[in-house]
T-cell receptor
């Protein structure tokens, strides 16, 4: 089946630094990828929709200058948490749709990245 | 915006027993997904339902979408320790797959030996 990878799986950084998280579709192309955030014992919240070759679409309340998204190729989207603070500590998960299967709507999820900001 | 309410929030079931998890939507469900998650890990896709009255099964797990497309249930038969985890229902707002999913808060399932 379709595989989505994320890197890194865990990252610890100091407050004020920036962290980049990669999301890759390994065996399919994805014109659209999605970024979610999950706080401890909470559900997943959609942060933004990443579109290949164009600007990302952010959900209400998500700061686009804080969470920079780049979808430069059909297999890679990156999320950069800029000037990270402890409240940004969370589990970040991406998902992707197979653009080669326009009638198949399943989203394939990555394994997640746990960010801890000290 | 669409909201999904899952019940129960947590469930402790003796191994071998059956159980049901419910997911109720504030709006019509055009695409309803069920996922399983181990805490701190990614999501494992279970099933996707799109049509009213649709029912799908995989191994010992059966998911249904009601005729009105506002409620879904996930039923596990003869539960096993491997079924333990967090079950999430997610809705595609448009059904076209172009949007991110809205998730319920999850149901934490514990299987007692």
């Amino acid at each position: 089946g379709a595989v989505v990878s994320q890197h890194p799986s865990r990252v610890i950084c100091k407050s004020g630094t920036s962290v980049k998280i990669e999301c890759r579709s390994l065996d399919f192309q994805a014109t659209t990828m999605f970024w979610y955030r999950q706080f401890p014992k909470k559900s997943l919240m959609l942060m933004a929709t990443s579109n290949e070759g164009s600007k990302a679409t952010y959900e209400q309340g998500v700061e686009k200058d804080k969470f920079l998204i780049n979808h430069a190729s059909l297999t890679l989207s990156t999320l950069t948490v800029t000037s990270a603070h402890p409240e940004d500590s969370s589990f970040y998960i991406c998902s992707a749709r197979d653009s080669g299967l326009p009638n198949y709507n399943e989203q394939f999820f990555g394994p997640g990245t746990r960010l801890t900001v000290l | 915006s669409q909201e999904l309410e899952q019940s129960p929030q947590s469930l402790i079931v003796q191994e071998g027993k059956n159980l049901t998890i419910n997911c109720t939507s504030s709006k019509t469900l055009y695409g309803l997904y069920w996922y399983k998650q181990k805490y701190g890990e990614g999501l494992i896709f279970l099933m996707m339902l799109q049509k009213g009255g649709e029912e799908k099964s995989h191994e010992k797990i059966t998911a249904k979408l009601d005729e009105k497309k506002q409620q879904s249930s996930l039923h596990i038969t003869a539960s096993q320790p491997s079924h333990a985890g967090i079950y999430l229902c997610g809705a595609d707002p448009s059904g076209g797959g172009a949007d991110g999913l809205t998730f319920g808060k999850g149901t934490h399932l514990i299987i007692q030996p």
